[in-house]
């Protein structure tokens, strides 16, 4: 990017805004890429260049941009009711059809939903959930959380704690205490030589076990997991992963959160990646796809194992002391009760299973190339790891194809040398194959920068 001129938006920008995920001192040189609108998979910029999103926002945008009927859902609510709360007994139809819709159509049993803001808040809320329960149940010492590492659950307090990213933690003073991490379930980096893929499956479950047992079992509450591991890679669990690791928290009666923020509405190529799985978590974190990201909200569902004790012991405080001023706002809610409407009626499950085989076949091509190292991925969600001996820091290449495909109109997101996929649902097989041609001919121009 060129520096932005004076007093343009992007000067603007650079000027007053402290951006996400963002290196603070190269954004004063380069300035943003302002995108001013989009429709579909596309988005466009202030210049009047479009892009493929395909990252679909935030792995989120499962609708694609400029659904009429979102737009619509949003002014309905705001003219009704635009704003209420969900505190001390307070509540509104949206609110209470979207906690019915979510609560019926889980995957497992589930007997409340409680809303949040965004994934971060979801998970965040879950661990307090599982302390003041561990409390209730007269198990103070049962605090310990676990999760993965390259695990990725947010960035408020807890849950940035939760993620197993080295950037996530330094300077921040991360993790808070009592925040575990075991094996990484990502087959090629972690396994021994000879190792099969079951066996390496078996050994992370034996890993976790091990953890468990040198923590002592009575001080784990909880196992906090992706059913595909989304910013870390989109690292996909070996065959018999979750088999082998579900039994050992059954074993030492711990219980297991699904974070399916990313897998959530139909990425993987079921409603749920807990589905994918064959998962049986006490908790369920949701957000993104929820409302496509038109508006922020996210959810946590949780069984009656989780909300029976919490209810007992909000009764014996007289108040469970917790809330979101935007906790079920209304026009989230409406905007996530038609996003699933929309989702259910127009068989976008369906149409991920269609997509995907061509989907993930031009993954594997892409992973064919020179540079390439490995193609992974399942539904609609994938990544290509690349390396090259001319540029062996971590990212080097990775960012070099990232802007490669940006300069020619697909956003992506490169997470180390890992080139991420994860275009809007509704994306069509012909739209498939024009964002990885131009992925290839990106790759192909680094190749030939390279040398």
Known sequence: MNKPLPNSIEARDVAYHLHSYTDARKHEEAGPLIVEKGEGIYVEDNNGKRYIEGMAGLWSVALGFGEQR????????????PYYHTFT????????ELAEKLVNMAPVPMSKAYFTNSGSEANDTAIKLIWYRSNALGQPERKKIISRVKGYHGVTLAAAS????????RSFDLPIEGVLHTTCPHYRTMKKEGESEQDFAKRCAV???ELILKEGPETIAAFFAEPVMGAGGVIVPPDGYWEAVQPVLKKYDILFVADEVICGFGRTGNMFGTETYNL???????????????MPVSALLVNEKVYGPVADESHKIGVWGHGYTGSGHPVGAAVALE????IEERDLISHVKEISPQFMKRLKQLGEQDMAVEARGIGLIGAVEFAHEKAPDVGAVGGRINRAMQERGLISRNMGDALAFCPP?????AQVNEMFDIAEAAVADVAKDLG
């Open 70 to 81: 979102l737009i619509d859902a949003a002014t309905r609510q705001m003219q009704k009711l």
């Open 89 to 96: 007994h307070k509540g509104h139809g949206p609110s209470a």
């Open 162 to 169: 939760l993620t197993g990213l080295p950037n996530n933690h």
């Open 207 to 209: 890993d976790l076990e």
């Open 280 to 294: 049986q978590p006490d908790i369920m974190t949701l957000s993104k796809q929820l409302s496509s990201s038109y």
């Open 339 to 342: 996003n699933l409407k929309i």
């Open 425 to 429: 649902l509704i994306i069509s097989e």
